[in-house]
């Protein structure tokens, strides 16, 4: 099952015993269509104060219940949202309101209702078999069908064509009913049906699903196939491109009765949920223990919301949730890696392994004119520094902050930390030092781990590694703030020194 996947793997019951027509007639049980499942399941559910849609994190007041209210009403409905807004997942987990097990025909390729029959085939079939009806059961797993839509989606993909061979073995006419290949649409019958990115579809395919949505049957090649479909449908866009005049046939976006938008994470506390929830973590055998200090922990989510807000990344296409999850899969990888190689039994994500991580930013943004001509990786490097910048001010005082001095006056809060640099302090870390390296080198620079201990509860507590992390961040968050310089190399070895000195050098040369 795919991380994105909400629709359940195994079944929670067993299969129902019944085989046939007559004994499913005996049984008591009585046909519904999709709709009416998912309207009659999200009662039940609502009822019992249940969780309608458990893994769907940050949309319970805003989106949540207008799919309820779609779902009610009996709707087909749109989810509208930038990529990486849960849009497919939402559609996958709706097969949880469907009934866990549905009778159908055993053979019939349309998972048609045992009590009517929609194929020549079947028609025959249950004429001669009677209450002898053979019926398979179906899991509400298996009554999920996606398709991606793209601009080479034919109408025989999407809802089937006449087979020739068919027709010329069995000296058939193409009109016949008999000789149509049926497509993935109709394969989903008593089922769900979700098109992804629906304005990529052709106008005659989007025609196609407009007769379905508005009669319920299908037409192939202009032959007439009064053939009810029984469908819930569920189709998902990006807002520019449903909103575009001509990507949407008007009749089509007047039958999509329900028009829902999606929305990114509001909050911090949300997106980090979700980036928790998703990312790898469980590595198995082997793998090297990894923490992660709070404030580091939230530069990792806040790197998304920086680039929602930059000016060089195309605000149209979005920032995917998922950079946040590959961005944090890669930070904990750099952090094991660093372990690996020391020869240490933990690790410690600091500052500088964002950085190591930003081919999993790099690849998640588009960037308009002025981001390319800044590079990528430019871009990239500047989002992580924004967001450590925003996390040692959520964790600490701004950079320019002034304290209580010891006569009554004040003085800035750094102004000891900075005093050693202005004296020719020089400080250089690298990545591959061990925790206790790495905490022993920061040591040096006077005043630091003391601004930690006072304003990291609990610091004095935590293990070397946490603490020498935190104080890393502090002179990053100076950095960015532009109050000291910091040199790198290719190499990952990062020389934080004094601005004015730097300054004075870069005009020398």
Known sequence: MTRESATEAEPSTPVPALKTL????????????????????????????????????????????????????????????????????????????????????????????????????????????GDDLPIRWMHRSARYQEKLATPDVS????????????????????????????????????????????????????????NILEEGDIQVRGFPIRMPLDLGMIFTANPEDYTNRGSI????????????????????????????????QDRGAGAVPVSIPGPIREAIDLVAFEARDSEFVDQSSGVSARLSIALFENVVSNAERRALVAGESSATVRPADLFAGVSAVTGKVELVYDGEREGIATVAKALVGKALSRAFERAFPDGYAEAEGDAGGSAP????????????????????????????????????????????????SMSVGERASLMELVLEGLHQNSLLSRDDDDSGVRIFGDMLAQMARSLGR
């Open 22 to 129: 007559g004994a499913l007639r005996e049984s008591g049980w009585s046909s519904r269509t999709v709709h009416e499942e998912l309207r009659g399941n999200l009662i039940l559910r609502l009822r019992k104060g249940e969780n309608v849609f458990p893994g769907i994190v940050g949309y319970e007041d805003s989106v949540v219940p207008q799919i309820q209210n779609a779902i009610l009403s009996g709707h087909s409905f749109i989810l509208l949202g930038l990529r990486g807004q849960a849009k497919t997942r939402i559609a996958r987990s709706l097969t949880g309101l469907l009934d866990e097990w549905l009778p159908a025909i055993d053979g019939s390729e349309l998972n048609e209702d045992p009590f009517a029959p929609v194929t020549v085939p079947s028609l025959k079939l249950a004429a001669e078999a």
């Open 155 to 210: 109408v025989a993909d999407l809802i089937g064509d006449v087979d020739p061979i068919k027709a010329a073995t069995r000296q058939l006419t193409f009109a016949d009913p008999e000789v149509i290949h049926f497509g993935i649409l109709p394969r989903a019958n008593r089922g769900l049906f979700c098109v992804n990115e629906l304005p990529d579809l052709q106008a005659r395919i989007q025609v196609g699903l407009l």
């Open 249 to 280: 046939i008007t009749p089509l976006r007047d039958r999509i009765a329900s028009q829902i938008l999606t929305h990114y994470p509001r909050d911090l506390a949300q997106a980090m949920e979700i980036t928790t929830q998703e990312a790898w």
């Open 413 to 460: 809060v750094y102004e000891s930390l900075l005093e050693w640099f202005r004296k020719g302090g020089q400080l250089e870390l690298d990545d591959v030092t061990s925790d206790v390296q790495h905490h022993a080198r920061l040591a040096e620079v006077k005043g630091l781990e003391g601004l930690v201990n006072k304003h990291i509860e609990g610091a004095a």
